[in-house]
């Protein structure tokens, strides 16, 4: 996001961020049939565990 405020004149576009609320739920993993498979991505998310935010969202919030 730095690099696209950074861009001469204002003319950064934007970003696209995929699915940022997405936290882990018991189940919900890559395997359908394996509760436990879990998902590597699921540390990408803008909220921890605990449906808490993380700092990174403040990355969103002021720009």
């Given at each position: 996001?730095?690099?696209?405020?950074?861009?001469?004149?204002?003319?950064g576009l934007g970003i696209f961020y995929w699915d940022a609320t997405w936290t882990a739920v018991t189940g919900n993993?890559?395997?359908?049939?394996?509760?436990?498979?879990?998902?590597?991505?699921?540390?990408?998310?803008?909220?921890?565990?605990?449906?808490?935010?993380?700092?990174?969202?403040?990355?969103?919030?002021?720009?």
């Amino acid at each position: 996001m730095s690099v696209v405020r950074a861009v001469a004149n204002g003319r950064g576009l934007g970003i696209f961020y995929w699915d940022a609320t997405w936290t882990a739920v018991t189940g919900n993993g890559w395997d359908s049939t394996d509760p436990q498979s879990g998902n590597a991505w699921e540390n990408q998310a803008l909220f921890d565990f605990n449906d808490r935010a993380l700092p990174a969202l403040e990355e969103y919030l002021n720009p």
